[in-house]
């Protein structure tokens, strides 16, 4: 049975940081392309940031690129979100998701969903 647990959400400042982690059962992340999303109130739920099966290409969103890192460590079979320099406009319920085989940040290509966890960014 497959599994996706995302932690390390929270109430943090504007240029505070976050480290966000999805631990994965049941799936072999080096298998898996893994993605985060996040979806803000009466927004739609959009890609921050994916990571491929082995860890060697990324891809980030605009509104990230440069204050977001996304890792993966196969032995722990867990991927990682660094968080840095966050602003209001980063609350969302962030999620993580696995799809097999591909490297689109798109939602609609994944298969396999956490619960997601809360960030808000406030002061």
């Known amino acids: 049975q497959w599994q996706l647990v995302e932690s390390g959400g929270g109430l943090v400042q504007p240029g505070g940081s976050l480290r966000l982690s999805c631990a994965v059962s049941?799936?072999?992340?080096?298998?898996?392309?893994i993605g985060w999303f996040r979806q803000a109130p009466g927004k739609e739920r959009e890609g921050v940031s994916c990571i491929s099966e082995g860890g060697d290409t990324t891809t980030y969103a605009d509104s990230v690129k440069g204050r977001f890192t996304i890792s993966k460590d196969i032995a722990k079979n867990t991927v990682y979100l660094q968080m840095n320099s966050l602003k209001p406009e980063d609350t969302a319920v962030y999620y993580c998701a696995a799809d097999y085989g591909g490297m689109v940040c798109s939602p609609d290509e994944y298969t396999y969903w956490g619960q997601g966890t809360q960030v808000t960014v406030s002061s």
């Open positions: 049941g799936l072999h992340v080096h298998l898996y392309t």
